[in-house]
């Protein structure tokens, strides 16, 4: 065999390794990094798996919150929780468990932010 047959090679094996990784290894990787926190006051999302990302949203400007659930999510017990708000992009928290508990865990908390009259720090 040639150098350039080697060198070819060498670089095709590279290249499908990569793709291998990227498609099968990434996903994984970043659902594992994925973090959802509600707080009092806000929504907290970090994702990322070489850079860490941070998705805040006040809970003062959510205009609707709805649940999704598709056959993989029934079979599963889990579910979408997809909050909309004001002048912001749409948040969806992907592979909730127990996903009434928790929307109606975040719906209570929203109606508490908008109706307390505590200054907003």
Not at 27 to 45: A, E, G, K, M, Q
Not at 91 to 118: A, G, H, R
């Amino acid at each position: 065999m040639s150098i350039f047959t080697l060198l070819f090679l060498l670089l095709w094996y590279c290249i499908v390794g990569f793709a291998v990784v990227n498609f099968s290894a990434y996903p994984i990787l970043l659902w594992r990094n994925l973090y959802y926190v509600l707080t009092d006051r806000r929504i907290i999302v970090r994702k990322g798996v070489i850079g860490i990302d941070y998705d805040i949203l006040d809970l003062e400007y959510v205009q609707r919150v709805d649940l999704e659930r598709g056959i993989w999510d029934r079979i599963y017990g889990t579910g979408t929780i997809v909050v909309q708000a004001v002048g912001v992009k749409t948040i969806e928290m992907y592979s909730i468990p127990d996903p009434f508990k928790s929307i109606d865990l975040l719906k209570k908390t929203v109606e508490n932010v908008k109706s307390s009259k505590t200054p907003r720090i």
